[in-house]
T-cell receptor
Framework: SQQGEEDPQALSIQEGENATMNCSYKTSINNLQWYRQNSGRGLVHLILIRSNEREKHSGRLRVTLDTSKKSSSLLITASRAADTASYFCATDRMNTGFQKLVFGTGTRLLVSP | EAQVTQNPRYLITVTGKKLTVTCSQNMNHEYMSWYRQDPGLGLRQIYYSMNVEVTDKGDVPEGYKVSRKEKRNFPLILESPSPNQTSLYFC???????????FGPGTRLTVL
């Protein structure tokens, strides 16, 4: 069952512009993670934000979390062609012991030179 | 280099022919998982393991088996593959619950 849903499904921007992707989820979580996947390759972890945090930064990445709305956003500033990839949010379900991470279907980002 | 490795990377097989996809990690992680990725469905968890000899079903376990006899290895077994198991498979490991996961490079499986 899908827990996270990303929006938009696809995003096309020019280099230098900012890219914003959103994730909505359904049940209470311990934390929310964002991953990047280059075409057909393994996922790479970008950032983890805990349920008691509201905002987190890592380089050009900024993630926000609103637990009251059950939503998160990933902002990539000053995008580069190398940022072209699919981006996934992943949520775990509280009180299920092991991290049963559930991934959304992803946002495909295309950054044109 | 800290990594998760999977073998084979590509496999074409026929219906009913048993196969195993191996997964190994060198980070001494306790937690390991298998996922499949299909267009429009994202990643779905097949099985996971919290430690040696401790495994449990994910969201789509039907048709798959796993074992965890050693901490570093977590093979995925398809006893009788069917065409609906054609997919891209990822193994992942994690140092603990609710931590980031480290993914392998993926295994693209085609079942004819």
């Amino acid at each position: 069952s899908q827990q996270g849903e990303e929006d938009p499904q696809a995003l096309s921007i020019q280099e230098g512009e900012n890219a914003t992707m959103n994730c909505s989820y359904k049940t209470s979580i311990n934390n929310l993670q964002w991953y990047r996947q280059n075409s057909g390759r393994g996922l790479v972890h970008l950032i983890l934000i805990r349920s008691n945090e509201r905002e987190k930064h890592s380089g050009r990445l900024r993630v926000t979390l609103d637990t009251s709305k059950k939503s998160s956003s990933l902002l990539i500033t000053a995008s580069r062609a190398a940022d072209t990839a699919s981006y996934f949010c992943a949520t775990d379900r509280m009180n299920t012991g092991f991290q049963k991470l559930v991934f959304g279907t992803g946002t495909r980002l295309l950054v044109s030179p | 280099e800290a990594q998760v490795t999977q073998n084979p990377r590509y496999l074409i097989t026929v219906t009913g022919k048993k196969l195993t996809v191996t997964c190994s990690q060198n980070m001494n992680h306790e937690y390991m998982s298998w996922y499949r990725q299909d267009p429009g469905l994202g990643l779905r968890q097949i099985y996971y393991s919290m430690n040696v000899e401790v495994t449990d079903k994910g969201d789509v376990p039907e048709g798959y088996k796993v074992s965890r006899k050693e901490k570093r290895n977590f093979p995925l077994i398809l006893e009788s593959p069917s065409p609906n198991q054609t997919s891209l498979y990822f193994c992942a490991s994690s140092p603990g619950p609710y931590n980031e996961q480290f993914f392998g490079p993926g295994t693209r499986l085609t079942v004819l």
